[in-house]
């Protein structure tokens, strides 16, 4: 089995500070699943933040930040709260185990494994994480155009803002309007207007195109593209890109004042997330962008002083 089959098969994080347990785990499970390791709480935390495993195996009792601190920390973030944890420990009262589901632990194995229950519960948890996944995606999707929706733009820039903040980097928002929408649903129909927003959605997707990019519907013909670890600069070329693209795509307008074909207006921001800042100082300045580019004509863009 090749190594991305083991990755769609499930990544799984081994937490333990003993090197031998670890050794245990990844011989049963390492057929399987791509399999990762760390030796302590802080290493756990950089691997989940970074790697986003789909079950993590974490031992309850070791030094410095024991399983019960990591889950914590786990929970607490939001890039990490959903991915499911089992406690693998020599713990093995009731009330250890109770604790631990209390905590919010997805099962509880005891100590010494027995590699066939281990198989067992990892598929398990595993399962039931892709059905919860599968859920959360249909909730955070436009139903329309099959990019993200609000809900999803609001979580993952909060979740971003964190992450940049942390490292100190830039952080790119572009906010597109489509520009007389209205009046193309007068002219052509709503039927054509949806079809039109979906090839407007494919187009900004195909646009932003990184992993870390989120194409969101903002509003009814206003999308918002967020572009972390991007500057100002990097987020003019998409913008750029993306207005090329439209008018390749020559989609008729022929009740629009501005143009024949449909046009958009965008407004760009940039920032370094600072402490005593928020996300909604971004979203404010390419909002403020945005009507800059409207009130200018239309069919172009405008970036945020600052």
């Known amino acids: 089995m090749s190594w991305t089959d083991l990755a769609l098969n499930g990544r799984i994080l081994v937490v333990d500070d003993a090197m031998e347990n670890i050794q ?19 290493r756990a935390l950089e691997l989940a933040r970074a790697q986003r495993p789909d079950l ?3 031992d309850a ?22 991915i ?6 020599a713990l093995s009262s009731p009330e250890d185990e109770t604790g631990a589901l209390d905590a919010g ?24 994480k892709r059905q919860a996944d599968a859920l959360r995606a249909l909730t955070l999707t436009d139903s329309l155009t099959g990019v993200a929706n609000r809900r999803a733009f609001s979580q993952r820039i909060e979740s971003e803002w964190r992450r940049c903040n942390r490292a100190q980097l830039p952080m790119s928002l572009i906010l597109a309007d ?37 194409v969101a519907r903002y509003g009814g013909e206003e999308f918002a593209i967020l572009l972390p670890q991007l500057d100002i600069a990097g987020a003019e070329r ?13 989609i008729p307008h022929a009740a629009s004042p501005t143009c024949p074909v449909l046009t958009a207006s965008m407004g760009i921001a940039a920032v370094v997330p600072a402490a005593g800042q928020t996300s ?27």
């Open 61 to 82: 009792v070791m030094p410095d930040m024991d399983g019960h601190r990591v889950l914590a920390a786990l929970r607490a973030e939001t890039s990490t709260r959903d």
């Open 178 to 214: 489509i520009d007389h929408f209205k009046m193309y649903n007068d002219r052509y129909g709503h039927q054509a207007g949806d079809a039109c927003l979906e090839q407007v959605a494919r187009a900004m997707a195909r646009t932003a195109g990184r992993a870390q990019d989120l």
């Open 56 to 58: 993590i195996l974490l």
């Open 105 to 128: 632990a997805a099962d509880f194995i005891s100590k010494p494994v027995n590699a066939a229950v281990v198989r067992a519960r990892v598929r398990t948890q595993l399962t039931v």
């Open 24 to 42: 245990i785990l990844h011989a049963a499970l390492q057929d399987e699943h791509e399999v990762l390791f760390a030796l302590d709480g802080a």
């Open 238 to 250: 998409v913008t750029l890109r993306l207005l090329a693209e439209l008018a390749a795509m020559a």
């Open 84 to 89: 499911p944890v089992i406690f693998v420990t």
């Open 280 to 306: 909604a100082a971004l979203i404010r300045a390419a909002d403020a962008a945005l009507y800059e580019a409207k009130a200018a004509g239309r069919n172009g863009y405008r970036v945020a002083a600052g």
